[in-house]
């Protein structure tokens, strides 16, 4: 019976995602009205919901191709390309994904988790230059993006722009001041400045918030090593 309702528990979150989707289409006019057109409501839930079921099995590219009729159909549809790049980020292949994404972009320019996408797939690529400019351009539209600021900090780090990294860090820190994630990359900055003393010190706030973050273990055991050198 448990099992029954965990199925069951998945199915209707599937579906609803799907409702979520084809409703989200019809909202932007994507979807087809009269009988005459290419494709129908009830094929595009179809698609969608063979690829989520598909996606569930880690069968990524069998997901994209399941969105394919709905792709074909709506080659500019924002909903359709967003969902197509994170698939075919799941499934590592860099380049579909990032034109997937450019699509979406192209439809909503403004759309945060679209240049989130992007962002995630050049650092997939290590392309730094690419993150760093990716993540400005999700600034612009909102300067204290979470996403995009954290991104800026790691890249320009990556790109040997330590002092850039720290001003960004501690201007998000003081939105944000517990948050992990920006008191860890400070710390890493510190600690790659040789300011060690800074960067124990920071990486112990960081166990406080967060007593098994494996980053600050880690920087506090290199900092002990060195100590006793």
Known sequence: MVVGKSVNGILRRILARVALCVGYIALMGAVP?????????????????????LEGKERFADAIAALRPVLAAFPNTYTVN???????????????AKQFYQRALAAYPSSLEAHTGMIK?????????????????????DYNYTAANYWLVVSEQALGNRAAAEKNALR???????????????????????RTAQAGETFAGVQVLDPYNQSAAYYLNLIKSSAKK
């Open 33 to 53: 009205v009269s009988a005459g057109e290419t494709l129908g409501q009830d094929q595009i839930r179809k698609a969608y919901f063979d690829s989520y079921e």
């Open 121 to 141: 797939v050049n650092v997939a690529r290590q392309d730094w230059n690419a993150v760093s400019e990716q993540c400005r351009r999700a600034m612009q539209i």
């Open 82 to 96: 967003y969902r197509s790049g994170w698939l075919a980020y799941r499934n590592k292949s860099w380049a579909e």
């Open 172 to 194: 998000m820190l003081a939105l944000y001041p517990t948050s992990t994630d920006f008191l860890v990359e400070l710390g890493k900055i510190q600690f790659a400045e040789g």
